[in-house]
């Protein structure tokens, strides 16, 4: 291996405490089970949806039709006990794999019905990662998932930053777009019988307001990368990009709760340091042993 | 985000090694693809990234009317969904596909199910302006333009 191979490998997988690796897993995985549970009938239960509807995206792509009642049930049934046993450490090289693959089954196949839900988005790369990592057996695995998971958090809000400037480009950066958005989103909302925010509107009338808005939104989304800088950057950026989602539910009511819950930015933070989150874990890595 | 401390740890596994920037290529890979693509758990996050917007669109949407003529919206769950989003695929798909009738009937028997005091459910197209919606004029909710694409009775 070269200097910059070694080099290069170091950085992908630097060594970290054991404890962060094993509270962060244990936190996405809580965080999927719950969930998962919350909305058992809702992603159990495809039978609502009439199969015209039925436009499949991602790993669902294979299928030509909907599949029968029973087998989404007993997919659900199957993936939330090994989204338990993940949580609890309990025979994790079997439990992460099937549960990462069964959540993906079950939110792509929720969301080939003509509404990808984007807010599932990292909260399944992330369980990748850690089922990947299994039982985090050493520091150097443990550096590998913590920094696999903040790789896939800095990128996927650059993607969407990038896009932004792709498909609005001025528009964004005057406050424009946002302004389009966030009025047309809660009248939307509205004539839809659903919730919305009652600041939308007294937001979407506020130029300087929006413009502020729009380069905070681009601030956060483009310099994620910064987050991979160092410890402390990697803090203040978790900070603002949770500032940002609570902006995003205080003025759209649209809640990105993987985000909202902070588990998405843990991968970010020294979680170790809370005695309860250690001690929880300490046990489920006891049981994964 | 290193922590250097104690004996060297032996390399990780170089299968996971690799795994990251094939992660990385995944999740950068929409940037490469014509705008607006879309996926699950890969996305180029098109949701409100347009900047050609505006304030006036059309929304493909579902009313109750009341034995008084007036109209009001209908919950998602009366689609057929508690997503609000997916109500309104549901609804602006039928409308293309012409099916709407055959929704209307469907949301009409939910209507009844539920004990809605609806007396007919209309599929409708409003063309709506955001700013205007929002002025607080007396009228600002009147849609601009409105076609109707079914109506059907509630069963009493």
């Known amino acids: 291996m070269t200097g910059v191979a070694r080099a290069v490998a170091g950085w992908l997988a630097p060594e970290a405490p054991r404890e962060r690796a094993v509270v962060t897993r244990m936190l996405v995985g809580a965080f999927a089970t719950i969930y998962l549970l919350a909305r058992f009938r809702y992603l159990a239960d495809a039978s609502r949806h009439v199969a015209a509807d039925f436009a499949p995206v991602g790993v669902c792509s294979v299928l030509t039709a909907p599949i029968a009642a029973s087998a ?12 338990i046993a993940f949580t609890t450490g309990f025979r994790i090289r079997v439990a992460g794999p099937a549960f990462f693959a069964g959540l993906l089954w079950i939110l792509s196949y929720a969301s080939s019905w003509g509404k990808i839900m984007h807010s599932e988005n990292l909260l399944v790369l992330h369980l990748g990662v850690f089922a990947l990592a299994g039982e985090v057996r050493d520091e150097r695995v443990a550096g590998w998932a913590l920094r696999a998971a903040a790789i896939a958090t800095v990128l996927g809000y650059v993607v969407a930053g990038v896009t932004k400037l792709r498909s609005g480009g001025t528009a964004w950066l005057s406050g424009d777009a946002l302004g389009s958005w966030v009025a047309w989103d809660a009248l939307r909302k509205i004539e839809l019988g659903s919730l919305h925010s009652p600041l939308a509107a007294r937001v979407a009338e506020s130029p300087a307001l929006l413009q502020g808005l729009s380069l905070y939104t ?8 910064v987050a991979l800088v160092s410890r402390r950057l990697a803090r203040a950026w978790g900070l603002l990009a949770w500032l940002f989602h609570v902006g995003i539910l205080a003025t759209m009511a649209i809640g990105f709760f993987y985000p ?3 588990v998405a930015f843990a991968a970010l933070l020294p979680v ?3 005695a309860l989150l250690r001690r929880l874990a300490t046990r489920a890595d006891d049981r994964s042993a | 985000m290193t922590e250097g401390a104690g004996p060297a740890s032996p390399a990780p596994s ?3 090694v690799v795994v990251t920037p094939l992660l990385g290529a995944l999740i950068l890979s929409p940037l490469a693809r014509e705008r607006g693509w879309d ?3 890969i996305s180029s996050y098109p949701m409100f990234a347009r900047g050609d917007l505006g304030t006036v669109n059309e929304l493909a949407h579902v009313l109750l009317v009341d034995p008084d ?6 919950a998602p769950s009366l689609v057929g969904t508690p997503e609000p989003m997916i109500a309104m695929t549901i609804v602006r798909t039928h409308v293309e596909r012409g099916s709407a009738a055959e929704l209307c009937a469907s949301i009409a028997s939910r209507a009844h199910d539920a004990r809605i005091s609806a007396v007919a459910i209309e599929i409708v197209t409003s063309s709506f302006d955001a700013r205007r919606y929002f002025s607080g004029r007396p009228d600002a909710r009147t849609p601009l333009e409105r076609v109707v694409h079914a109506r059907c009775e509630v069963a009493r």
Request: hydrophobic residues 50%; charged residues 15%; positive net charge.
């Open chain 2, 69 to 74: 003529g007036g109209r009001a919206p209908a």
């Open chain 1, 218 to 225: 681009l601030l956060v989304e483009l310099g994620a990368p």
């Open chain 2, 14 to 16: 170089s299968k996971l």
């Open chain 1, 72 to 83: 989404t049930w007993a997919i659900a049934i199957v993936t939330a006990t090994a989204g």
């Open chain 1, 272 to 274: 170790e340091r809370v």
């Open chain 1, 260 to 262: 909202l819950s902070g």
């Open chain 2, 39 to 41: 996926s699950f758990p």
